[in-house]
C-alpha cells in the first residue's frame, strides 16, 4: 500500500487549497479513505472520510472544518482530494491520507504541510 500526498502549501487566511492524494498496492475503489492532519507537537485530529462507491459514497467531517472542506475520489485516477476553502490559521498542519485497504491496520501518506499565514 502506497499514499502519496501532495497540494500543499503557504496560502493566506480565507484562501482555497487542493490536497491529492495518489493511491496504488490496493484495490482502490473499494476501499474507505480519510484525511486526518497534525500540528507538530500535537495529537493527531481526523478531518473527513469518504466510503467508498458501495457505501453510497457517503462522507463525514470533523466539525471544525464542515462547510469549509469537502474530500471527494475519482476511481478511474486512484486518487482522494481534500478541497480545503476558506483556510484559517488554525488549519495550518501536516495533512496525511490514510486507509485501512481491508487489512487490519491503517496506512498513512508521508504528508503534505499547509500553512495559512497572512
Known amino acids: 500500500v502506497q499514499l502519496v500526498e501532495s497540494g500543499g502549501g503557504l496560502v493566506q487566511p480565507g484562501g482555497s487549497l487542493r490536497l491529492s492524494c495518489a493511491a496504488s498496492?490496493?484495490?482502490?475503489?473499494?476501499?474507505?479513505m480519510s484525511w486526518a492532519r497534525q500540528v507538530p507537537g500535537k495529537g493527531l485530529e481526523w478531518v473527513s472520510h469518504?466510503?467508498?462507491?458501495?457505501?453510497?459514497?457517503?462522507?463525514y467531517y470533523a466539525d471544525t472544518v464542515k462547510g469549509r472542506f469537502t474530500i471527494s475520489r475519482d476511481n478511474a485516477k486512484n486518487t482522494v482530494y481534500l478541497q480545503m476553502n476558506s483556510l484559517k490559521p488554525e488549519d495550518t498542519a501536516i495533512y496525511y491520507c490514510a486507509t485501512q485497504a481491508g487489512r487490519d491496520r491503517i496506512f498513512w501518506g508521508q504528508g503534505t504541510r499547509v500553512a495559512v499565514s497572512s
Open positions: 498496492g490496493f484495490t482502490f475503489s473499494t476501499s474507505a
Open positions: 469518504i466510503y467508498s462507491d458501495g457505501s453510497d459514497g457517503t462522507t
